[in-house]
Every structure is written in structure tokens, then in C-alpha cells.
């Protein structure tokens, strides 16, 4: 309007040559500054919702005469970062597609189809019952770690202090004479001494049999082979992906106007949970190299290993290796994962800087001639990196082997000594599937021995945790087991049945036990640790093996039946009723495509974001940072990756 006027005043008397232009433009002017204004009034609008909603914050409210009702600093600093206003209620507005019934008689395949699935539902939440019992006693003690509520009138902060994570200064429980344990046929059974008047044995902590196993394990292949379920479950899975599509297609702008109205909160600091990455190639390659460098240039003179019948300073075992601080480069380590794709044996020796097994033990191990002190202080750095970045949190696996006895001590000793609790990290333990290994070595005589290496002072500890305080606090900061190797070898045995499997202490072969078998006395002695500890008010332990990653698609049958999680879970793609039971039941899946990439599944094939569309609960983590990333942050650049990609 002032351009017309002001071209008015110009024109003066002249004559308008094209008047009906000039008044439709101004009508269009009019109409968008009418669009505008009804755009501004309605974000008032919910600006002000917004702030009644907030707690503390009425009193801020705008007015349109007077302004803010504004003290100073102080009420503008509650303004911008007091109150937990409700998120936008942009989910109200997304469009929904409904697919009405048919009114048609489901036919007698569906039916069954339906009736196999529950049932297998069923099997697994009996197996996974046992494994996660109550603890009612930490219930209580952990009541402290909650949100507090907040009352009438009280303010409340966006960000509260975090509490002070800390194991070592808790409590150490008293020892309990109540219970005693025995090992029998693979698996410890715990039995309460002292029994109620009737006798009963209802505080006993046993596990149910192999046998028992064996029978749902068969049931659930066959449903999952099964002509009719097959077809059902495929149908559903493409009708998934397609309503997620439809809905991306439909709701897409509004999605992402509710992502943009999250307060601080965007790609880099939201909060990420690294599931599953291997500790000792937590690092990235850059880290581990400066590390080294450093070692070598102010303690040459340290003596770190024993080799040859003498022991050796770190300046002599790179004399030995013809290699100087000079030479030292990433190329030089060479742990990077190249030419390693269906080659799992030359993926494991990556672990090695420069191909050297000694350089190996002097930094990446826990049990050497310096305590593991290398890899506590290189650890100690990358808990600080994590402390950093505020925003990354992650669960590192370390491992028991079971050749001997005393390697919990040892495990738990070095994590107590040099205090490698902190509260971005929690720890799982994975044991390698290389009985075979040791057996042909002469250290194991048979399976047994190995779970009775595995799982024996866990229970001990746990009667009396003042027998061992080192390994009871290193207990309090894992939340699981795992199982790692190579899931493409062939396997010695066949879960079924009919097949007659030897207990573990009959298991004297030099081949490794079948997955299946590996799966269940690994449950089975974590259940009855997990019933014992949480009688005794302690944590208890999640069974999150790797699966599907290579080999039979049986092995995902196994921990489907015993397992929360899983780690990788690629070839549930080859298996749709398997697939859909991973659906309904909702287990979790952590994927690391960067890793499959290098060995088993080009990164466009991996299934990630099929899992992902189709409603999985899956989840981003790195795996081996040091032989797979480039960068400082790895599950930033794991995620930047997917990204991009996908």
C-alpha cells in the first residue's frame, strides 16, 4: 500500500494506463498480509498455551499493552530456562490411514497361523520369566534415582543435577549362610539350608532343564519353517513397511516441525547409547597411536613383557620390531579393517597394532607384566571424551575366557585398582566360543569345566561379597552377558529331539558344543545367578549374545527363546515368521552396519532400515571403533553414515 501511494504522489495528475493490474496487485498484497497476520495470531495463540501450561511461568505471561510482566534478570532467566512446558501436540495433527475390516470369515490358515505364533510368544516369555526375577529390595533403594514430582507452586528446571555415580562408596552387604550351591550336569543349582516349617522349596533357584529346551526350541523351528505362517507373517511385514511409507509420505513436514519444537535437543546432543562396542577397540586409531608415541617417548625404559625367558622394556620390544617413534603412522598399525570381508580370522587379527601379538598384550590387555596399565589409562581418556561430548553413553564388552579360575579375580582387580567406574559407561561381560581351543591345548579337560570356570565365583561372591570387594563393585557395573566368535564355522552337532547330546562334564570332544548348546547353559547359569542376587537384593545380568550376523538361521531361534537382545541380527531378513516374532515380541536388536559392511553385508543390502521401518526395536552402535571409524565421536559417524544413506 505505501508503494501505491507513494507511486501516486509521483504520478500526480497522470493517468494510470493499466489500472486493473495495479488493483489486483494491491488485492494480493492485501490477502498475504491478511495470510501473515493469521499466521502471527495463531503462534501467539499457542505461545500463550504453551506458557499456562508451564509450570511456575503464568506470571510471565505477554501482554500486549504492558509488555512482559518482567522483574529483571532473574524472571527472564526463569523464562528461558525454568519449567518443563508440555511438547507440542503436533502428533494430534498427523494424518492416519485406517484399513476398515472386510467382513469376511478369516480363513483356516490365518487361524493357525495366528494360534503358532502365540504360542511361541508364549515359550519365549516363560523362558525370559525365569531369568527376570523381581528385586523388590533395590526397587526400594533405587527410589531415590527418580524425577522428583513437583508440587503446587514449585518451580521446576529443564536440567536438575545429576547424581554422584560412585560404586565404591556403597555399602558392601553382609555374607548370607541361608543358601548353598552345587554344580550338576553344566548348570548351578542354589538351595535354601534353612527351609520353612511345611519344607517347601519354593526359595530354590533351578533352572529349567536342557530337555525342556530342546522341545520349544523344536517347536519353534517348525512353526517358523511352516507353510502357512510363512505366507501370514510376510504379508504383515510388507503391509508394515507400507503403512510406515504411507505415513511418511503423509505426515513428513509435520514430523519434522515436532522435531524442530524439542528444546535443545538436535542430531548432536541428543542422548546416544553406544549398545555394543568391544573395550579394547573402543579407541579410534588416532587415539591409540598418540598414546603409544607417548609411551614410547616417556617410558622406554619400562618393562612391560616377558618374551624368550627375559623380560623386555618397551624401548627393547620396539628395537626388536625395528620400529621407532618416527616410523609409528595409521598405516603403519594397519587396524584397519581391509581385505577382511567372509574372513573373520583375519578381522580378529586387526586387534594386533602392526601385526605384532606383543604390542597387543603390552596395550590392549588387562593380565600382563604391567597389570593392564596401558589400557586403564588409554580407557581412562576415552571415559573423559565421553564426559565431554555430555551426550554419549556407552556399554563395553570385556572378557571372561574360562580357561582358569582366578580370571574374574584379575578382571575385577585391575577395574577396582585403577577405578573405572564412571557413569557413561556400563560394562558387559562376552565369553569367545573357542572352547575347541583350549581343549585341543591340553588347558580344559571338558565343557563343564569351562561354565564352572565361567560362573563359580559369581556365585561365591554373591553369598559373600566381602570375600572378594574388588570383583562384588565390578559386579554392580555390568548389566550383561555376551557371546562372540565366528558364527560362520560349522558346528559340530545338531540341536533335535532325537540327537543325544552329551551333558557338559561328558563333552570331552576337540569341537565346539553347537550355538543352540552354547545359548542354554549360558542362560541357564545366568538365571540362577539372577534368582540368587535378587534375593539377596543385588543387579542382575541381561543374556545379549551375538546372532544372525553369519551361519544357520537356527542360531536366532535359540535366543529368541533365551535372550533380551541381540547383537547384529542380519539374517532375520532370510526368516519372515522368525522376523515378524522379533516384531510382536519386541526384541532388541543392536545393528552395526559400518561392521557388516567389512565382513558379512554390503551396507546397501544391510536390513537396518527395513528393521527400522517395519516397527523392530533396533538400535545404532559401532562395534569396533578401531578398526572401523575414522573420527573421534564413532557412533556420531555411525549415525552420520545412516544418515546420509538412508
Known amino acids: 500500500r505505501q508503494i501505491m501511494e507513494a507511486f501516486d504522489d509521483l504520478m500526480g495528475t497522470q493517468e494510470r494506463t493499466v489500472e486493473p493490474d495495479w488493483q489486483d496487485f494491491g488485492d494480493h498484497v492485501r490477502a498475504e498480509e491478511d495470510r501473515k497476520a493469521r499466521v502471527l495470531s495463531s503462534i501467539q495463540s499457542a505461545m500463550r498455551e504453551r506458557l499456562d501450561s508451564s509450570v511456575g511461568l503464568s506470571e510471565l505471561m505477554v501482554d500486549e499493552d504492558s509488555g512482559p510482566k518482567s522483574d529483571g534478570p532473574d524472571d527472564m532467566r526463569s523464562h528461558l530456562f525454568e519449567g518443563i512446558p508440555d511438547p507440542y501436540p503436533h502428533s494430534t495433527k498427523f494424518q492416519r490411514v485406517i484399513i476398515s475390516e472386510s467382513g469376511e470369515e478369516v480363513d483356516g490358515d490365518t487361524i493357525k497361523a495366528c494360534k503358532v505364533l502365540d504360542t511361541c510368544m508364549g515359550l519365549r516369555d516363560k523362558w525370559l520369566s525365569d531369568c527376570t526375577p523381581v528385586q523388590e529390595e533395590r526397587q526400594q533403594r533405587s527410589q531415590s534415582f527418580r524425577s522428583p514430582v513437583l508440587q503446587e507452586g514449585e518451580k521446576g528446571f529443564r536440567r536438575r543435577p545429576g547424581s554422584v555415580y560412585n560404586v565404591f562408596d556403597q555399602e558392601v552387604p553382609d555374607s548370607s549362610d541361608e543358601y548353598s550351591y552345587v554344580m550338576s ?116 625404559d619400562e618393562v612391560v613383557v616377558f618374551r624368550d625367558g627375559k623380560f623386555l622394556t618397551l624401548g627393547e620390544v620396539f628395537k626388536s620390531l625395528n620400529l621407532t617413534a618416527y616410523d609409528l603412522s595409521i598405516d603403519t598399525l594397519d587396524m584397519h579393517a581391509n581385505n577382511t570381508f567372509h574372513r573373520f580370522d583375519r578381522f580378529n ?126 559386579l554392580e557395573t555390568i548389566v550383561g552377558f555376551d557371546s562372540v566368535d565366528d558364527e560362520s564355522r560349522p558346528e559340530f552337532g545338531v540341536l533335535s529331539s532325537s540327537s543325544s547330546i552329551p551333558a557338559p562334564d561328558d563333552w570331552t570332544a576337540a569341537e565346539n558344543p553347537p550355538y543352540g548348546y552354547w545359548m542354554y547353559y549360558m542362560y541357564a547359569n545366568i538365571c540362577t545367578l539372577n534368582q540368587l542376587r535378587a534375593k539377596r537384593g543385588l543387579s542382575t545380568f541381561q543374556y545379549r549374545p551375538h546372532c544372525g550376523e553369519a551361519g544357520d538361521v537356527d542360531h536366532l531361534i535359540s535366543t529368541y527363546l533365551l535372550a533380551q537382545q541381540v547383537n547384529h541380527g542380519i539374517l532375520l531378513r532370510k526368516a519372515p515368521a522368525l522376523h515378524y516374532l522379533y516384531y510382536l515380541s519386541q526384541v532388541g536388536i543392536a545393528m552395526s552396519p559400518l561392521s557388516n559392511n567389512k565382513l558379512f553385508l554390503d551396507y546397501n543390502k544391510n536390513p537396518f532400515p527395513k528393521y527400522f521401518k517395519q516397527g523392530l526395536n533396533v538400535s545404532l552402535s559401532t562395534d569396533d571403533p578401531l578398526m572401523l571409524h575414522y573420527t573421534k565421536d564413532a557412533l556420531v559417524e555411525e549415525y552420520s553414515v545412516a544418515t546420509q544413506v538412508w
Open 185 to 300: 550336569r553344566g548348570v548351578f543349582e542354589v538351595r535354601r539350608i534353612r527351609k520353612d516349617e511345611e519344607g517347601r522349596d519354593d526359595d530354590d533357584c533351578i533352572a529349567r532343564p536342557f530337555e525342556e529346551f530342546i522341545a520349544d526350541f523344536v517347536t519353534v523351528r517348525s512353526a517358523v519353517h511352516a507353510g502357512n505362517v510363512r505366507s501370514f507373517t510376510f504379508k504383515h511385514l510388507e503391509l508394515l513397511s507400507a503403512k510406515f511409507n504411507l505415513h511418511e509420505l503423509l505426515n513428513a513436514e509435520r514430523e519434522n516441525d515436532a522435531t524442530k519444537s524439542v528444546p535443545h535437543r538436535d542430531f548432536y546432543n541428543v542422548r546416544k547409547v553406544d549398545t555394543h562396542v568391544h573395550h579394547s577397540a573402543c579407541m579410534n586409531q588416532k587415539h591409540l597411536l598418540r598414546f603409544i608415541k607417548n609411551k614410547l617417548k616417556n617410558n622406554y
Open 349 to 474: 587379527l586387526k586387534y594386533n597394532p602392526a601385526g605384532q601379538s606383543r604390542l597387543r598384550e603390552i596395550f590392549l590387555k588387562t593380565d600382563n607384566v604391567i597389570g593392564g596399565r596401558y589400557l586403564a589409562e588409554i580407557t581412562k581418556e576415552v571415559m573423559d571424551d565421553l564426559e565431554q561430548s555430555k551426550y554419549q553413553l556407552v556399554e563395553w564388552r570385556i572378557s571372561i575366557y574360562g580357561r582358569k579360575l582366578s580370571e574374574w579375580s584379575s578382571l575385577a582387580q585391575w577395574f577396582y585398582v585403577n577405578r573405572l567406574a564412571h557413569a557413561n559407561v556400563r560394562w558387559l561381560i562376552q565369553v569367545p566360543r573357542i572352547y575347541h581351543i583350549y581343549r585341543k591345548g591340553g588347558e580344559l579337560k571338558n565343557f563343564g569345566e569351562m561354565l564352572h570356570n565361567i560362573f563359580q565365583p559369581l556365585f561365591e561372591v554373591t553369598l559373600d561379597p566381602k570375600s572378594n570387594i574388588p570383583l562384588h563393585y565390578f
